[in-house]
């Protein structure tokens, strides 16, 4: 099983802050990576995807990608307390001649009014 | 709103009973997927439907049985649960083919299940 590593947190920010939050894979062949936002009890919702390396903006978010560290990381400027959520980090990956997308544990990013 | 619709929203089911969850969209994808989450844990990939087709079944017990009975379609059939499989069930879908590389997961917003 290829492995998604996040810190689970809780990340706590003050309002107008930037959270940064940071995302390590195992697999070097991975294709593409994603960020999703969870609230409590609701189904994860994209934020953002970035397939190339560099930084990939929109909006608040910056989503950046390094392919030789394996590391994707998440910026939210000006973070406001309906960031208040769990982010997840998902990997799609080549297993057995298919794909799957693989989910991280997700950080609880608290941000504080 | 999400353009993959689950139903039900809700499903509280005795251990003797079969259910079905129900999942549908119409953005065209030929790829869906069904994730199980547990409280306070990542979603865990179930089965991977790839042009109808059973592409992926990540060792899940035969007390789950998936069907997708056309493009927009999928099924996940429940017999002899177990109070252990409750969680939320999440449908998902995306395209498929050349371009799945850098085709995010739609989700739908689950379905609750409760094993009792």
């Known amino acids: 099983q290829k492995e998604v590593e996040q810190n689970s947190g809780p990340l706590s920010v003050p309002e107008g802050a930037i959270a940064s939050l940071n995302c390590t894979y195992s697999d070097r062949g991975s294709q593409s990576f994603f960020w999703y936002r969870q609230y409590s009890g609701k189904s994860p919702e994209l934020i953002m995807s970035i397939y190339s390396n560099g930084d990939k903006e929109d909006g608040r978010f910056t989503a950046q990608l390094n392919k030789a560290s394996q590391y994707v990381s998440l910026l939210i400027r000006d973070s406001q307390p309906s960031d208040s959520a769990t982010y997840l980090c998902?990997?799609?990956?080549?297993?057995?001649?298919?794909?799957?997308?693989?989910f991280g544990t997700g950080t609880k990013l608290q941000v504080i009014p | 709103d999400t353009e993959v619709t689950q139903t039900p929203k809700h499903l509280v089911m005795g251990m003797t009973n079969k259910k079905s969850l129900k999942c549908e969209q119409h953005?065209?994808?030929?790829?869906m997927y069904w994730y199980k989450q547990k409280a306070k844990k990542p979603p865990e990939l179930m089965f991977v439907y790839s042009y109808e087709k059973l592409s992926i079944n990540e060792s899940v017990p035969s007390r789950f049985s998936p069907e997708c009975p056309n493009s927009s379609l999928l099924n996940l059939h429940l017999h002899a649960l177990q109070p252990e499989d409750s969680a939320l069930y999440l449908c998902?879908?995306?395209?498929?083919?050349?371009?799945?590389?850098?085709?995010?997961?739609?989700f739908g917003n689950g379905t609750r299940l409760t094993v009792t």
């Open positions: 953005m065209g994808h030929r790829a």
């Open positions: 998902a879908s995306s395209q498929e083919g050349w371009d799945r590389g850098e085709s995010p997961l739609h």
């Open positions: 998902a990997v799609r990956y080549y297993s057995g001649g298919y794909q799957k997308v693989t």
